[in-house]
């Protein structure tokens, strides 16, 4: 016998198997026509050892010289599926299926690879016949069951689980899938009751430990989900999920200890996509230490990321946010087009990541897309709600008296309260009385002390449910509800499609419809609401002026603006923006080259912790090298919350576009800093446009790109107007619409008193 064989059978036999992989790969080297076991012993192992492309490339070679070997093409075919390569593992199953069409092992494997290329209905063909075949088999019911779940058949795969657990009580992996349901389905208290009969038949079980805190989690109770999580500790240090869900538990409240946890997680399963998205976001939304060090290290994770060709719209969200913050647009356009991208997320339920898509509209066509793409995440979400409506409170008796309500996680230091806080320091007491609900998981800080004060309640609820919170606001007995951040990070958007109020509104906290029908009005003002009305879902609801007025806690004199010209201390021309990269796109960077370059001598400041991450700056100064601008000429202060002082270095703001500027252009203006803006059709176009023309500067805001261009280089050019601007803007702005913040407040109470006033 052959010396490497011989070492190969005994390794084998002494359950060594990764000591069998060389003299096998040597015996095959020196005669490739190795008889069919070989071949098979030599697949199997290097699948064992995860050693999967190794695997593939002995594993066609197997192939090549045993074409009908059943094993060979199962394997190799489960060996496709691990490396996600779903058309050649199809492809080879498929082969062995025509071999043996019997073979339970053959069909069951070709099941699983149409689930993964979402062909439900060929999965649950396959599927059907194997249970035929064996009815009593608990797996082979199991995954009937997710075949008919992939086609959104429920309440059948609701049944084959059962039938499942009926059969096996320790298929873990069929209690999940039951539980997942109803949480799906929103029933939280069916999921639970489930949870515990699958523990009281698995007790001690990691991964119904894993599935107790994610109900938490689902219910919005972080405290116990950590608490929870932190018991288990001890006993599973070494577990990935126990660090992957104590990292997603704490991200709001506690970053740095999230990030902790979630590199212990994929250093203990590198392997796992979950985990490393967890972590590339974490890490992306990290404003504390060193902000682009970590935006720098979400992007080498993410190209890392992109080698596992993501396909789930959660991870492509993730991955969309990272590449954004780097200004990366080679690789955004690799996430897929604007309509299949922004579709996924709708239809994945994932509203937050529609806000990304507003800097990406180009077209007509776009701008309708984009109101499409919100109302398909309104009926989904609507369709939820409906399966677990609240109570509907009696009428209350008439006293007089209307009841206003704000649904916000931003009633606190962030700058949504810093534009509402007028409608808190000069609130309509003789009318109205102010609800508050916030979802906001961090500390109380001083503003949201001061508003809670304010207000007739102020209801903190970051573990309650949607539902709870929806059932909560219906017995408040409101006259309208007003939802205050859209599709943003934490915002509890989902709440208004129960209704709960029988007038809904939004403002403030998101520049677009919201998608929800539920919600019947949009807080508008003259400048900003779309000519087309096929632009917005919901009704506009016109203030007279502005639909925003300048709160003290930031627009105050507490910010100095320095004496003189910033051209004057730098000796040139400074163009500049604050505003957040998901605003940049290619156009843009193109128009304001065109503006550099007729401004000879002029520079382009970034006011942006971005700044600090290498490839924000190298893609920046690449596109404004391609634009015949020299990359000396872009400057970068890399700064977070403390950048009010750094406008004393701009001369000139140059708005962002389609997605203008809100809070930045005030802030810009405050400081006695012209912006210059571009107006287009969309609520979120004209943003900048009712801001400029509420502080008298309606000039600096233009349709047309080749004028927008002219008016910064005029601007540029002349030096009285920026002086007289810088000097007496401020004063200007505090006199108008922007800055007479009683009057507006009135202006928004007799506003909504009207709307809510029954009809004659």
Request: net charge neutral.
């Amino acid at each position: 016998m052959d010396e490497r064989l011989a070492a190969a059978q005994a390794a084998l036999k002494a359950g060594r198997g990764a000591d069998a992989i060389q003299p096998l790969i040597a015996l095959i080297q020196d005669d490739p026509n190795q008889p069919v076991p070989i071949y098979r012993a030599l697949l199997v192992q290097l699948y064992r050892a995860s050693r999967l492309e190794d695997a593939a490339t002995w594993g066609e070679a197997g192939i090549k010289r045993h074409p009908r070997d059943v094993e060979l093409l199962n394997v190799l075919g489960v060996v496709y599926r691990r490396l996600r390569r779903y058309p050649q593992a199809i492809a080879l199953l498929d082969r062995a299926a025509k071999l043996a069409p019997g073979n339970t092992a053959v069909q069951s494997n070709r099941g699983n690879v149409l689930l993964d290329l979402d062909d439900g209905a060929r999965a649950e063909a396959v599927f059907a016949k194997l249970v035929r075949a064996d009815p009593r088999n608990a797996e082979l019911l199991r995954q009937l069951g997710r075949a008919l779940l992939s086609q959104d058949k429920r309440e059948p795969a609701m049944s084959r689980f059962r039938q499942a657990v009926a059969q096996r009580k320790t298929l873990v992996e069929a209690w999940l899938d039951m539980i997942g349901l109803e949480v799906a389905a929103q029933r939280l208290p069916e999921a639970e009751a489930l949870l515990a009969k699958a523990l009281a038949a698995n007790p001690d079980h990691p991964r119904l430990f894993e599935a107790q805190a994610m109900l938490l989690r689902r219910s919005h109770q972080l405290r116990h989900a950590e608490a929870f999580l932190m018991d288990l500790l001890p006993r599973f240090d070494d577990a990935a999920w126990l660090h992957y869900q104590l990292g997603a538990t704490v991200a709001d409240y506690d970053r740095e200890r999230a990030n902790r946890h979630l590199r212990r997680a994929v250093e203990l399963a590198p392997d796992n996509l979950d985990h490393l998205m967890a972590l590339i976001e974490s890490l992306e939304r990290t404003r504390t230490g060193d902000e682009g060090a970590h935006i720098e290290e979400a992007y080498q994770l993410a190209q890392r990321a992109l080698t596992f060709k993501p396909t789930r719209p959660g991870h492509l969200k993730v991955l969309n946010e990272v590449l954004i913050r780097v200004c990366a647009f080679d690789d955004q356009a690799k996430l897929g087009d604007f309509k299949s991208r922004g579709r996924g997320w709708a239809a994945a339920g994932i509203h937050s990541a529609l806000l990304k898509q507003l800097g990406s509209v180009r077209t007509p066509q776009d701008r309708l897309e984009l109101v499409e793409q919100h109302r398909i995440w309104g009926r989904l979400t609507e369709a939820k709600a409906a399966e677990t409506p609240i109570r509907r409170p009696p009428p209350r008796p008439a006293d007089g008296r209307i009841r206003l309500g704000f649904l916000s996680s931003d009633l606190r230091s962030h700058p949504v309260a810093y534009f509402a806080l007028p409608l808190f320091d000069h609130l309509d007491r003789a009318r109205f009385d102010v609800y508050c609900y916030s979802f906001y998981e961090g500390e109380e800080d001083p503003l949201q002390a001061h508003i809670a004060k304010q207000a007739t309640a102020f209801r903190w609820m970051p573990d309650t449910a949607s539902r709870d919170v929806a059932q909560t606001i219906a017995d408040d007995q409101l006259d309208m509800l007003i939802e205050l951040g859209g599709s943003t990070h934490m915002n509890r958007l989902d709440v208004m499609a129960y209704r709960a109020a029988p007038r809904q509104a939004s403002w403030l906290g998101y520049p677009h419809s919201a998608g929800l029908s539920m919600i019947d009005y949009l807080v508008t003002d003259p400048y900003n609401t779309p000519p087309r009305r096929e632009l917005l879902i919901e009704r506009p609801l016109m203030m007279p002026k502005t639909w925003i007025a300048l709160g003290r806690m930031v627009f105050s004199d507490s910010h100095v603006i320095s004496p003189g010209l910033p051209e004057d201390r730098a000796g040139l021309i400074t163009f500049g923006t604050a505003n957040n990269p998901h605003k940049y796109n290619r156009e843009m960077i193109e128009v304001w080259s065109q503006v550099l370059r007729e401004t000879p001598g002029s520079r382009f400041m970034f006011i942006r912790p971005e700044g600090g991450t290498p490839t924000f700056r190298r893609n920046l100064l690449a596109e404004f090298e391609r634009c015949g601008v020299d990359p000396e000429r872009i400057v970068f202060s890399t700064i977070r919350g403390a950048h009010m002082p750094f406008y004393n270095e701009v001369d000139i703001s140059l708005d962002t576009f389609p997605l203008t500027g809100g809070t930045t252009t005030t802030e810009s203006l405050w400081m006695g800093v012209p912006v210059v803006s571009l107006i287009g059709e969309a609520f979120f176009e004209r943003l900048s446009a009712s801001i400029l023309a509420n502080s008298g500067l309606a000039d600096l805001a233009t349709e047309d790109k080749a004028e927008y261009v002219r008016i910064a280089v005029a601007l540029a050019k002349d030096r009285a107007r920026r002086r007289r601007l810088r000097e007496n803007l401020r004063e200007q702005i505090r006199s108008g619409p922007l800055g007479q913040t009683e009057q507006f407040a009135k202006d928004f109470y007799d506003l909504i008193a009207r709307t809510v006033a029954p009809a004659a």
